[in-house]
């Protein structure tokens, strides 16, 4: 069983797929481990400490994915890549496939078996194995790091012989896994932490951080969580509400950190021009939505723009790999753990149980079609089961 660890071909991502822990952990397993030279070098891993776990360090990912019965990566593969790798070899990244499906298609084409770690199911068994929640914690700590960076004033309440310096006030947008993490970090800061969100389920936790909680709690309110633990989009008339009641908060905050995502859906708009026109000089905007559309007015992904007056709304990409160190470590354990659940350890071979629940959310492409109910061509799907229902990418 022959495992490649490629180094990422996008200058935007210095994460990597396997940790030495890792690695050695493969090797347990019965696997020889392949690295690109340099694959962990963005994330302070060098080919010498991936050696030194028993690896074998190679010149590129060509050499790495030759013969490989496995491939790990941070994002989805160009297709062109995976040519060298054993005939129906398991592809496994945050694959990102919404709005690819030509890429999808061309990697069906090699006859990989490419799996999405990020539609991975949100139950107690896979929890080990979910990347959203391992790289949503470290964003969310990052947001507040890069907001105290960007803010030219102390985070907590000082009271030193030359005057007294005031908290400063932090409101969070969205307290899923992000947003609790940005308030238990703006807390630990000193900051006076307020927060939002439309889930009832919410308000516990974020009192339970020692942050206030602010929401329009109606009865929309009250439905606004689905089965899987997700937001609804709201009505245009509860998105009215919510904007009246922000609107005066925001205005005096200093730092606004916005998380808020609706699975398959663009973020939620809920920071506008005139609230951000409504901040005083200096206040800091962190828009962590700012890949899926943003939910603050102005704000540009990739750049820190500063308003006239004088606010800074930051878009900041990839906030997981603005911390790439422990971000790769976090994503190869969970790898690790679903790779784990693909191999007998008696045999120390590939077994994939292609009817486990985990395989089946994940699975997009295998025997050159694309196979996932959410993503496969309307020809060619599968027909549709009762058991896939729910299982769709939404
Ligand atoms: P997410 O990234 O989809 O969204 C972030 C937050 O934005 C959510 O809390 C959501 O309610 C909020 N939001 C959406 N629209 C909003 C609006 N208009 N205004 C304000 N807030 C808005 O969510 P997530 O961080 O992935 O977490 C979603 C849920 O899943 C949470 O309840 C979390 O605790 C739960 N979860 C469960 C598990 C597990 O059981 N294994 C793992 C991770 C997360």
Request: aromatic fraction near 4%; avoid cysteine; proline fraction near 5%.
């Amino acid at each position: 069983m022959r495992i490649a660890i490629v180094k990422e071909s996008s200058a935007s991502e210095p994460r990597v797929a396997a940790s030495a822990d890792t690695v050695k952990r493969y090797i347990g397993l019965g696997a020889a481990v392949f690295v690109a030279s340099g694959a962990g070098s963005a994330s302070g891993i060098g080919d010498g400490e991936y050696e030194g776990a028993g690896a074998t360090v190679v010149a590129d990912n060509a050499a790495a994915v030759a013969g490989a019965d496995i491939v790990l990566a941070v994002r989805r593969p160009e297709a062109a890549a995976l040519k060298g790798a054993n005939k129906g070899a398991l592809v496994i990244a945050i694959a990102d496939p919404h709005g690819h499906e030509a890429a999808l298609g061309e990697i069906a084409g090699t006859g990989v078996s490419l799996f999405a770690m990020e539609l991975m199911p949100r139950i107690t068994r896979a929890q080990v194995m979910d990347v959203l929640s391992s790289q949503a914690n470290l964003a969310g700590y990052r947001a507040v790091i890069d907001a105290s960076s960007e803010f030219g004033r102390a985070f907590p309440m000082m009271m030193t012989a030359a005057g007294t310096v005031p908290a400063a006030r932090v409101f969070i947008m969205g307290a899923g896994v992000a947003g609790l993490q940005a308030i238990a970090t703006a807390r630990r800061l000193g900051a006076v932490v307020s927060a939002t969100d439309v889930r009832p389920a919410a308000k516990e936790q974020v009192e339970s951080l020692g942050a206030k909680f602010i929401a329009v709690e109606d009865e929309e309110f009250k439905q606004a969580e689905t089965s899987g633990g997700y937001a609804k989009a709201m009505s245009a008339e509860y998105q009215a509400k919510q904007a009246a009641l922000t609107a005066s908060h925001i205005a005096k905050q200093d730092i606004v950190i916005t998380t808020a995502l609706i699975p398959g859906r663009p973020a939620p708009k809920l920071v506008s021009a005139d609230m951000v026109a409504s901040m005083k000089p200096g206040s800091v905007i962190i828009d962590l939505a700012v890949e899926r559309g943003g939910n603050v007015a102005g704000a540009v992904p990739g750049e820190v723009v500063t308003t006239a007056n004088g606010v800074k709304i930051v878009g900041h990409l990839n906030v997981p790999g603005r911390l790439a160190a422990t971000a790769s470590q976090l994503y190869a354990k969970n790898l690790y753990a679903f790779v784990e659940t693909l191999v007998d350890k008696g045999s120390k071979a590939l077994s994939v149980k292609w009817d486990d629940e985990l395989v089946k959310a994940t699975l997009l492409t295998k025997d050159g079609a694309v196979v996932h109910p959410g993503f496969a061509p309307q020809e060619s799907a599968p027909a549709p089961a009762p058991a896939a229902e729910g299982a769709s990418a939404a």
